[in-house]
T-cell receptor, first 114, second 109 residues
Framework: NAGVTQTPKFQVLKTGQSMTLQCAQDMNHNSMYWYRQDPGMGLRLIYY???????DKGEVPNGYNVSRLNKREFSLRLESAAPSQTSVYFC?????????????FGSGTRLTVV | DAKTTQPNSMESNEEEPVHLPCNHS???????IHWYRQLPSQGPEYVIHGLTSNVNNRMASLAIAEDRKSSTLILHRATLRDAAVYYCIPTGTASKLTFGTGTRLQVTL
């Protein structure tokens, strides 16, 4: 019962470097989400994909791009990392777009940009 | 998105019941009320959700006010493993979870 798997778990980048955070779910969920959490704060939505083939911006999309590769996988790319993107990144999925169903979260990727 | 108000922190003794309140006075008629919790250094974990009627599951109970402007998450017997930040989140057809700062629950022996 893997649920939502995120890789890598930890990453240190230098300012200006690029990287892709990977997320995969094995629950056949339609919707997938990327959040970031800064120290002492709640989660903020970066991007989401309500269904395969669609993506939409969330609250804090600047500096990020996403790809919904297939129904299972949703990746988050930082093209030119900045220290302000130091955060913990969480991927989540749910079975449908409405409020009926609960979300399943991954364990997070801890990213430090120096 | 409906605005929520939760206490910043609460304390409980182990084995005691805990009632975590949430005010969501601007909730729309079709929003479900979701509760999640986040244990230290982990991702959020779904706890329970409901629309109008009270709900029970193996983790907790959810009591929803008749006017739906508030709800209470009830942990029947708190354990040390229940120490976490608890988030109350009205969620509608827009499908996005919007997290506030939640309630930090401390459980002591």
């Amino acid at each position: 019962n893997a649920g939502v798997t995120q890789t890598p778990k930890f990453q240190v980048l230098k300012t200006g470097q690029s990287m892709t955070l990977q997320c995969a779910q094995d629950m056949n969920h339609n919707s997938m989400y990327w959040y970031r959490q800064d120290p002492g704060m709640g989660l903020r939505l970066i991007y989401y994909s309500a269904s395969e083939g669609t993506t939409d911006k969330g609250e804090v999309p600047n500096g990020y791009n996403v790809s919904r590769l297939n129904k299972r996988e949703f990746s988050l790319r930082l093209e030119s990392a900045a220290p302000s993107q130091t955060s913990v990144y969480f991927c989540a999925s749910r079975t449908g777009p409405r409020g009926v169903y609960g979300y399943t979260f991954g364990s997070g990727t801890r990213l430090t940009v120096v | 998105d409906a605005k929520t108000t939760q206490p910043n922190s609460m304390e409980s003794n182990e084995e005691e019941p805990v009632h975590l309140p949430c005010n969501h006075s601007t909730i729309s008629g079709t929003d479900y009320i979701h509760w999640y919790r986040q244990l230290p250094s982990q991702g959020p974990e779904y706890v329970i959700h409901g629309l109008t009627s009270n709900v029970n599951n193996r983790m907790a109970s959810l009591a929803i006010a008749e006017d739906r402007k508030s709800s209470t998450l009830i942990l029947h017997r708190a354990t040390l493993r229940d120490a976490a930040v608890y988030y109350c989140i009205p969620t509608g057809t827009a499908s996005k979870l919007t997290f506030g700062t939640g309630t930090r629950l401390q459980v002591t022996l």
